[in-house]
């Protein structure tokens, strides 16, 4: 178990990918975007649990930037992922969005943003170090730390 390190930088991202899930969900309970509050989400389009109609796939192979403001329907959050009725073209498309695709979010209304690193999508350990061998009749040694340094003065 001494080989496993907790990887610090996936689990601030997750956190904060609940950070926009909990802001859609305040919006859905609310039925719109609250005040002048409005979020782009870019989200990778190829990404697994991604639905999207086929048309906008062709239009954005790689990358998709969406604007949740004036005109939204149906938002429905769930733990993994949310789904939203939006219009491109004059038409309705449904989207379905997992949490983990997305890629970046913002709210300009307050100047907040959020981007996510789409290699941070592993497991929250490392472990990738064999279990170290016994060692022989080797005492464990011990460092003492002198807290000072860490003291304001």
């Known amino acids: 178990m001494k080989d496993v ?3 610090y930088d996936f689990l601030t991202q997750q956190a904060l990918k609940r950070v926009v899930r909990d802001v859609l969900v305040m919006t859905e309970e609310l039925g719109a975007a ?5 979020f782009y989400i870019e989200f990778e389009t190829q990404a697994d649990g991604v639905l999207i109609p086929e048309d906008l796939v ?12 004036h005109q939204f329907d149906d938002l429905e959050v769930r733990d993994e992922e949310f789904a939203v009725t939006l219009w491109f073209k004059g038409k309705q498309a449904r989207l379905t ?12 209304s307050v100047q907040f943003g959020l981007r996510f690193d789409a290699a941070q999508r592993e497991e929250p350990f490392e472990n990738d170090a064999e279990p170290a061998a016994p060692e022989s009749d080797a005492q464990p040694s011990a460092a003492v730390l002198q807290l000072d340094a860490f003291r304001k003065k």
Do not use: K, N
């Not at 609250?34 to 409005?38: E, I, Q, S, T, V």
């Not at 969005?97 to 300009?108: G, L, R």
């Open 5 to 7: 390190e907790i990887d």
């Open 97 to 108: 969005v997992p949490f983990e695709a997305v890629t970046s979010f913002a709210d300009p």
């Open 58 to 69: 062709v239009a954005y192979p790689a990358r998709m930037t969406i604007v949740l403001q």
């Open 34 to 38: 609250p005040g002048d509050h409005h």
